[in-house]
């Protein structure tokens, strides 16, 4: 817990540094050297790209457990104050709330001053649609979207392994970089077109099942805290479901509902239109100050479940004595 606790204040403090070398840069590292040896010229044999998939996503994210628990057990060896400082920073890298909310400024700001161009120009370093011709309510619902999607991957279910690592003998570092690794294996070769339609196959389906726990949970704390239980739950089944994404429709429905935005609609990605559901009922535009409120929420369930976690270890050291 105390492992937990430091990363949380390093990741709302500090965040993650550019000039530090960050485990995604390493993850990805490796998927771009693996796409460099397989070429991915293989996709008309379904089979092999399957398999192909599913040996780089048990290597990366066996391997990034491991690295953790070793990195884990070597520096407690060292000192236990060692050990508690190097966990908590290898922790604090997996969780992205910082750098959600420094990516919504960054656009947000921009946009505030009525530069349109360079507003897309800095949404663009965040997803993956195209920006160009972007209206600033267009923009305003990419960042909305961008941050209550990224709300479950990038922050709940990061902190979900962490605290469920805290209750093992594997450790939070460990369960928390594995799932790191399953997100950006999703996030890097997840998608369903080629070349990654048979090769990223086997991480999308993993990082989905990963993250439905965690996400259910965060729909769950988002609408207790809201209160107003009944309204998140009528939203997420009447519209979630609709998402192509088992989780990310349940994540951006649950922040719709308790603020009263509707997001979802028409993105276009090289040039290509892709309709995807409207999620929630549009009492409210969306604006700036919605999107911080939805970051606000954010925290308030990072802490919630980070009270929880700390009233379990006591208790369990409680029944210990």
């Given at each position: ?23 995604v ?17 293989e ?54 709330q ?75 570092a460990a ?32 990082e ?50 308790v ?39 954010t ?23």
């Amino acid at each position: 817990m105390i492992i937990l606790l430091v990363a949380a204040v390093l990741d709302y403090l500090i965040g993650d540094p550019w000039t530090w070398l960050h485990p995604v840069q390493v993850m990805g590292w490796v998927i771009n050297r693996f796409r460099q040896l397989n070429g991915f010229k293989e996709c008309d044999r379904p089979l092999l790209q399957r398999f192909y998939g599913i040996f780089l996503g048990l290597t990366l994210i066996i391997g990034s457990g491991g690295f953790g628990w070793a990195i884990s057990y070597g520096s407690n060896l060292i000192h236990p104050l060692f050990g508690i400082v190097t966990q908590s920073i290898i922790v604090a890298s997996c969780f992205a709330q910082k750098s959600l909310r420094q990516a919504a400024d960054n656009v947000l700001q921009v946009l505030a001053t009525g530069d349109l161009a360079q507003a897309r120009i800095s949404l663009s370093q965040y997803v993956g649609r195209d920006t160009e011709n972007l209206t600033e309510p267009e923009i305003l619902r990419a960042v909305m979207e961008t941050v209550t999607e990224n709300a479950t991957d990038g922050v709940m279910s990061p902190l979900f392994y962490a605290i469920v690592g805290a209750f093992t003998p594997l450790g939070s570092a460990a369960l928390a970089l594995a799932y790191k690794a399953a997100s950006t294996l999703d996030s890097t070769i997840g998608y369903r077109e080629a070349p990654y339609t048979y090769v990223g196959w086997f991480s999308a389906r993993l990082e989905d099942y990963l993250t439905w726990l965690p996400c259910r949970l965060t729909v769950l704390t988002l609408a207790l805290l809201s209160g107003k239980p009944k309204q998140v739950w009528l939203i997420c089944i009447r519209d979630a479901v609709k998402d192509a994404s088992p989780n990310s429709g349940w994540s951006e429905g649950a922040y719709a509902a308790v603020l009263g935005v509707q997001v979802g609609g028409t993105n276009w990605y090289r040039g290509v239109a892709k309709p995807k559901p409207l999620i929630g009922d549009a009492i409210y535009p969306i604006t700036s100050e919605r999107i911080y409120q939805a970051l606000q929420l954010t925290q308030y369930c990072f802490l919630t479940w980070l009270i929880i976690a700390i009233a379990l270890a006591i208790i369990a050291i409680l029944n210990q004595l």
